[in-house]
């Protein structure tokens, strides 16, 4: 079956959060329920999903603040990688950021993570010279 690509839905909560967990995705700094609730509350048809045969196995979190166009958490279920779906995925987030009149699309990246690196390269992405810094504003409870 074709694997379909919809908005977030409050009953895919738990298998989310378990998707990216099997990614690797969380961080013990990062509550990822705080998380969704976040993208929720500002923009909630842009929090993506993909499912198969009524399984969860591939999300993405599409973001705009009218400048830039911003991806994070793209995942795809170890079981179904190498299959098009993270491409699927990113086709789609970017479908929606140009019918936005987004202009360019940011996405950070862990250095020490070689396999995201070279995925996007594939898609045409390149390495910007910035420097990327960040602050906490408040501190998130473990999950």
């Known amino acids: 079956m074709m694997p379909v690509c919809r908005s977030y839905r409050s009953s895919d909560c738990e298998a989310l959060v378990s998707l990216w967990v099997r990614c690797e995705l969380t961080r013990p700094w990062n509550n990822p329920f705080r998380d969704i609730d976040r993208k929720l509350a500002v ?3 842009s929090l993506l999903v993909l499912e198969r045969d009524d399984r969860l196995i591939g999300c993405v979190m599409v973001g705009y603040e009218g400048h830039r166009g911003w ?3 793209l995942a795809v279920d170890p079981s179904h990688q190498r299959q098009g779906l993270g491409r ?3 086709d789609e ?3 929606r950021l140009a019918r936005l009149g987004c202009p ?6 862990r250095g020490s993570n070689r396999g995201a690196v070279e995925f ?24």
Do not use: W
Request: charged share 30%; proline share 5%.
């Open 43 to 45: 923009d909630p048809d």
């Open 120 to 143: 996007y390269r594939r898609l045409g992405y390149t390495i910007d010279e910035v420097v990327s810094m960040g602050r906490r504003l408040g501190e998130d409870s473990a999950f």
């Open 71 to 73: 991806i994070n958490y």
């Open 88 to 90: 699927l995925l990113m």
């Open 104 to 109: 360019k699309v940011n996405l950070p990246i």
């Open 93 to 95: 987030a970017e479908t």
